[in-house]
C-alpha cells in the first residue's frame, strides 16, 4: 500500500507541488493510500453559493443539473465548482481505514460520517446521482470519496435526523465564529439572517449579546423574514435587497440611532454586498465575510475608498469546536430546530 | 452648484444605487459639485497587481500600455482595472474646493496632495500621457480627478522627493496594519518581503517584533533578496516560489524548530499564495492578505481543507494614521530610504 501525504499531495494530477484544494485536478482512484479513508458515500450537500449557480446554469432542470454536477467531478476528480470555487460538503459510512492511521483516529469501519473538508479538495467517485434535493442542495448517489489525514470530520449525532444535522454541518463555521467573536453589549448586524448559516448567526449572536446587545437581521423577502422573526431570532428586522449599499446604510443607521454595528456577519450567497456591510459597520467595528459570494477586492478596496478602518475577517470554515457548538443550538432551541427541519431537512 | 453625496453617488452611472468603488462606470465630467475637490493630476501610480496585468497585455510596449489604460478611463471614467479589480492613487496640485468643504478641509488651492482612496472609485479624465515609467508602475499624465468628500488624502511632505513619498503612500496601509498587528516575541513571516510594500512590512515587523522576536522574508529571486539582506530588514531569509506551499512550508518548519509563525503577511503580487500563507502560520495564528491577487474562496476553504483554526483578515488600504507611519519610515531608516529611493523613485 502507497504512503500518503497528510495534506493529500500525493492525489493531486495538476498543477504539481500544490494541495488538492487549489489544484486543478486530483486522482479520484479508491484504491486508498495508507493514511487515507475510504467512504461510501450516501448525499453530497452543495455549497450553497455553487448550487445556485448549478441551478441557474441548469434553468432548474434536474437532469441537467446531473449532467452539470458529473461533468464537474468528470473533469476534476472532486466537486469542486470551477465557477463559484466553492465545494460542499458529504456524508457517508467508513468503508476502509488506512493501516498507518490505527490508534491515530477514533473512527471505526461502519461509522456514519459527515466530512467538514470542502468537497473542494475531497476526491470524489459518482457512481449514479439517485435524488437531486433542489431547495435544500443535497443530492444523494452512488458513490465513494476519500478523506485524506488532516481531514475533519464529525461521526453524525443519534438525537437528531442526519439530514438535519448534515444541514446544520454545512455551515457550522459560521455560528461557532459568531459565538467567538460577539461580546455582550455588542450591535450585531447579520446580513442573509434569514438562510441556512445567518439563521444560526443571529441564534449565536443574540445569546452572546445579550439583553444589552441588539441584533439586527437582514433578509430580502418578507415570506422569509417573517419566518425568521416567529421564532425570535433578532431584535430588528430590515426587508430589503443586501446589495443596495445606500439604502441598507440609512436602516442600519436609524435603529442605532447613528451608531452602526460593532460586528457584521456576511451570510448571503449573493454578489456585491461588500459595501452593505462596510457601510452598516462602526468605523473601528469587525467584520465577518461568511459568504462563499464575497470578492476580496471589493471589501479591501471599498473600506478604503471610504476611509473606513474596519477589521474584515475571511470567514473561515473550520474553528475548533465548530461541529459541537452547532449541532447544540439545535438541542438548545426547538423552535429554531422545527423551523430548520421544516426548510433543510 | 450641484450639491453631492459624501461618498460620491451621485457620480455613479451604471449600475445606480452603487457606490462609485463597485459601479461598473461613473461620471468623469470635471464640472465639480458643492462637497468635492478638483485636482490637476501630475502622476498616476498604478495598482502594482493592475500594472504587471497591463504590462503583461502590453508586451511590455509603452505605446500599447497607454492604449490599454486610456482604453480603461474612457469606458469607465475611472483607472479601475477590470481584470484585477484593482486601482492606485495619484499626485496632483488642488485646483479647486467646492464651498460646502469651507470650514472642513484644512486643505487650500494650490496644495500639492496624493489621494489615499484608489483609483477605482476616482473620478479621472487623463487628456495625455506624458511618460510610462514601467519599473515603478508611475505614469505622468495632463488630465483632472475629483476627491469625494469622504476620500482620503496626505499632503506631500517637504522632507523628501514626491516620487519617494507617493511609492511609500500607495502602499501605507501594509506597514501601519503591520505595526498595529506584531506584538514583541512574535514570529512574523512576510511573502514578497522584498517588494514595495513587503519592505516596509518587514521593517516595521523588526521594531515591533523586537530583540526576541524573529522575522522571515520570503523572496522569489536571490538579487532582490541580497538586496533586502544588505539593509538587515529580517533575521532570515528563504529564496523560493512563493506558490509552492509545501516548500514554504518545510522552509518555514525548518527555520522556526516546528513552530511556525504567529503572524504572515501577504503582499506578494500574483495569484495562489493563499496556501502558502496558512501552512506557514500556527494553526492559532493571524494572516494578513494585502496582495490584491488573494482568492476569497482559496483563502476559505484552503484554511478549512487542512483543518486550520487561523485568524485571516482581508487588507484594509486604510487604517488611522497610515501615512504618517509609513512616511516615517523614510525617517528613521537612511538605508532603506536609500534603497527605495533607488527603486521606485
Redesign the interface.
Known amino acids: 500500500m502507497k504512503k500518503g ?1 497528510k ?1 493529500g ?1 500525493h492525489r493531486v494530477i495538476e498543477p504539481k ?6 489544484a486543478w485536478k486530483i486522482d479520484n482512484d479508491m484504491n486508498i493510500y495508507d493514511n487515507e479513508i475510504l467512504i461510501d458515500v450516501q448525499t453530497l450537500n452543495i455549497d450553497s453559493a455553487s448550487f445556485t449557480q448549478i441551478k441557474e446554469e441548469a434553468n432548474g432542470e434536474v437532469e441537467k443539473i446531473k449532467e452539470i454536477m458529473l461533468g464537474i467531478v468528470e473533469k476534476r476528480g472532486k466537486h469542486h465548482n470551477p465557477t ?4 460542499g460538503m458529504l456524508i457517508g459510512t467508513i468503508e476502509k481505514i488506512g493501516p498507518a492511521l490505527e490508534g491515530k483516529t477514533d473512527l471505526k469501519v461502519g461509522d456514519k460520517i459527515a466530512t ?3 468537497l ?2 475531497t476526491p470524489l467517485r459518482i457512481d449514479k446521482i439517485k435524488e437531486v434535493r433542489k431547495n435544500v442542495d443535497q443530492v444523494d448517489v452512488e458513490g465513494k470519496a476519500i478523506l485524506f489525514e ?3 470530520y464529525a461521526v453524525i449525532p443519534k438525537d437528531m435526523p442526519e439530514n438535519l444535522a448534515l444541514s446544520v454541518l454545512d455551515v457550522a ?1 459560521a455560528p461557532a465564529q459568531t459565538a467567538k467573536l460577539v461580546k455582550p453589549g455588542d450591535t450585531v448586524f447579520v446580513i442573509g439572517g434569514t438562510g441556512k448559516s445567518g439563521m444560526l448567526c443571529l441564534y449565536e449572536a443574540k445569546k452572546r449579546a445579550g439583553i444589552t446587545g441588539k441584533v439586527i437581521c437582514l433578509g430580502t423577502r418578507e415570506e422569509s423574514v417573517n419566518r425568521v422573526k416567529k421564532v425570535g431570532l433578532a431584535d430588528e428586522y430590515i426587508i430589503a435587497d443586501a ?5 441598507i446604510m440609512e436602516k442600519v443607521k436609524e435603529i442605532t440611532g447613528g451608531k452602526m454595528a460593532d460586528v457584521t456577519i456576511n451570510c448571503v450567497n449573493i454578489p ?1 454586498t ?2 452593505s456591510s462596510i ?1 452598516a459597520t462602526k468605523d473601528d467595528g469587525l467584520i465577518y ?1 461568511f459568504s ?1 459570494a ?27 469546536g465548530h461541529a459541537k457548538i452547532s449541532l447544540e443550538i439545535m438541542r438548545e432551541s426547538k423552535e429554531l430546530r422545527e423551523l430548520y427541519e421544516k426548510l433543510y431537512a
Open positions: 501525504c495534506f499531495t507541488g500544490t494541495l488538492p484544494q487549489p463559484t470555487g466553492s465545494g467538514l473538508v470542502s473542494s479538495l488532516s481531514g475533519i463555521g446589495t443596495k449599499s445606500v439604502e456585491n461588500e459595501m457601510l465575510f462563499m464575497t470578492s476580496f477586492t471589493k471589501a479591501a478596496l471599498g473600506a478604503e475608498g471610504v476611509g473606513m478602518d474596519t477589521r474584515m475577517i475571511i470567514g473561515n470554515g473550520y474553528t475548533k
